[in-house]
């Protein structure tokens, strides 16, 4: 079955500094990876998202790579604010649904 | 526009008791999906439903848990005879299309049930 391995669990970094998040899966027949933000008491929210037919995208401070032969993924935060603290779930498309890894939890130290 | 809502927003109920969580999707998204979220853990599908089709339940965790979607578009999950391992944040997202073909899952704010 599906199963999305996300890490590290936590990771703390300096304002300004980057953030990386690493995500691999095990089905290779998903083509659709979309990155999730959630901030406290409230539901996921969308922040990027790749296709299988590439192998970057980017969105100002925020981008994604995606080696398909490797079955691995990569959240990319450049240039980290506050504001960016909250937990990161990468996800993989199933049949009906995504699989989500089990998050990360982003503080950004001012 | 709007968004994903649900209601309530939070919910304490007693063991043994039956709980009833409403999801409103995002008008004309065909596709509304069911989720778990466990304390401090990722999200765990448990029901999707597409149009008109038969829904895909093999998410959910026991017989105890059913949903429905009534007219394609409001969807209500019960849970009957709650047990404390049920307590968790449930999320409702929908999507104008298959999220297989990439179309994206927009999430509602979730509703904390609390079982005591």
């Known amino acids: 079955g599906e199963n999305v391995e996300q890490h590290p669990s936590t990771l703390s970094v300096q304002e300004g500094d980057s953030a990386v998040i690493k995500c691999t899966y095990s089905d290779s027949a998903s083509n659709y990876f979309p990155w999730y933000k959630q901030e406290l008491g409230k539901g996921p929210q969308l922040i990027i998202d790749i296709r299988s037919n590439v192998g970057e995208k980017k969105d100002q401070r925020i981008a994604v790579t995606l080696n398909k032969t490797a079955k691995h993924f990569s959240l990319h935060i450049t240039e980290t604010q506050p504001e960016d603290s909250a937990v990161y779930f990468c996800a993989q498309t199933g049949a009906n649904n995504l699989f989500f890894g089990t998050g990360t939890r982003l503080t950004v130290i001012p | 526009g709007a968004g994903v809502s649900q209601s309530p927003s939070n919910k304490v109920t007693e063991k043994g008791k039956d709980v009833e969580l409403r999801c409103d999707p995002i008008s004309g998204h065909t596709a509304l999906y069911w989720y778990r979220q466990s304390l401090g853990q990722g999200l765990e599908f448990l029901i999707y439903?597409?149009?008109?089709?038969?829904?895909?339940k093999s998410g959910l965790p026991s017989d105890r848990f059913s949903a429905e979607r009534t007219g394609g578009s409001v969807s209500t999950l019960t849970i009957q005879r709650t047990q404390q391992e049920d307590s968790a944040v449930y999320l409702c997202?929908?999507?104008?299309?298959?999220?297989?073909?990439?179309?994206?899952?927009?999430f509602g704010p979730g509703t904390r049930l609390t079982v005591l």
């Open positions: 997202a929908s999507s104008l299309g298959w999220t297989r073909y990439g179309d994206t899952q927009y």
């Open positions: 439903f597409q149009g008109n089709s038969a829904p895909d």
